[in-house]
């Protein structure tokens, strides 16, 4: 676990992978390019962990940014004497202006 972790962090990643690619067994000499696909093993952890940590920041991201334009939204309807911008949006008579295009209500 604690190698798949340094590997989700980028971190000399490439040096354990040459190992493991070396590895032949427990208390055996290593021998070059022994397991050339565990390379595979690798390169593919790699993208599936570093696309499921992108995808989890650019999703706080976008839901702080949501928040942030209801607050304004609320904000600005209140000081006009207006229903409030969740009102409105249930009632669907905003949905025309666009005004969260990251989210479907």
Do not use: H
């Amino acid at each position: 676990m604690m190698t798949f972790f340094e590997i989700s962090t980028l971190e000399m990643w490439p040096d354990m992978m040459f190992a493991a690619i070396d590895a032949v067994g427990y208390d055996r000499t290593p021998k070059e390019k022994n397991t050339p696909a565990a390379s595979l093993l690798y390169v593919v952890y790699i993208f599936v962990t570093t696309f499921f940590i992108m995808n989890l920041f650019i999703s706080v991201i976008v839901d702080k940014f949501n928040e942030q334009i209801k607050k304004e939204l609320d904000s600005l309807l209140a000081a006009n004497n207006l229903e409030s911008g969740a009102q409105c949006i249930q009632s669907k008579s905003l949905r025309s202006l666009n005004l969260f295009p990251f989210r479907n209500f």
